[in-house]
């Protein structure tokens, strides 16, 4: 099992729409949670963190479930901007420090 | 805002070269990773440094080295290029703190012939 599992996609959705993506993690001693978007051939831009009693910014939210290990994203009212790739990031600090990369969920929004 | 830069966009060597790929980050970050990031692979983490002199090993460190003389630059090394290694290098940066992320570069493409 992969420490950090994403859906790989891709989502195709229509520009408006909600959209969620789930991202579950094997190492219950995870410390903190990212959310990450990757345009095409371009480097991951930390998109959001993932707080333990969820949070907002703007169109997005993010959740993070310790109970079931794992976190998610929410986009509301979709623009065709969106389009990208989306990485799920878990720091843990067990044997070391830790830094594990979901391999992402792309996400087409069309018009 | 945080600023990684890395010297090169694109890069093409040949196969045995000893390729330099520099990173320098300028908000004093004693973290810095170097990744590749290869399709259908995400990123793995080549080495990473979290003070200056000091080294990590990855998870896919065979045929790289690193140098980290000074906080701000993270230097990864092919010491002999193979056509393997053709791949998106990305230099990260953070804080020490585990709560902390990493800020990445803009990337450098590197092709070996």
């Known amino acids: 099992r992969k420490e950090v599992e994403q859906d790989p996609g891709p989502f195709n959705v229509p520009e408006g729409a909600t959209v969620a993506f789930n991202c579950t993690y094997s190492n219950s001693a995870s410390q903190s949670f990212f959310w990450y978007r990757q345009d095409c051939r371009k480097e991951p831009k930390l998109l959001m963190s993932v707080y333990s009693s969820g949070n907002e910014d703007g169109r997005f939210t993010a959740q993070l479930n310790r109970a079931s290990q794992y976190i998610s994203l929410l986009i509301r009212d979709s623009k065709l901007s969106d389009s990208a790739t989306y990485l799920c990031v878990v720091n843990s600090e067990t044997g070391g420090f830790k830094t594990i990369f979901g391999a992402g969920t792309r996400l087409f929004v069309k018009a | 805002d945080v600023k990684v830069t890395q010297s090169s966009r694109y890069l093409v060597k040949r196969t045995g070269e000893k390729v330099f790929l520099e990173c320098v980050q300028d908000m004093d970050h004693e973290n810095m990773f170097w990744y590749r990031q290869d399709p259908g692979l995400g990123l793995r983490l080549i080495y990473f440094?979290?003070?200056?002199?000091?080294?990590e090993k990855g998870d896919i460190p065979e045929g790289y080295s690193v140098s980290r003389e000074k906080k701000e630059r993270f230097s990864l090394i092919l010491e002999s290029a193979s056509t393997n290694q053709t791949s998106m290098y990305l230099c990260a940066s953070s804080l020490p703190d585990d709560n902390q992320p990493q800020h990445f570069g803009d990337g450098t493409r590197l092709s070996i012939l």
């Open positions: 440094s979290y003070d200056v002199k000091m080294k």
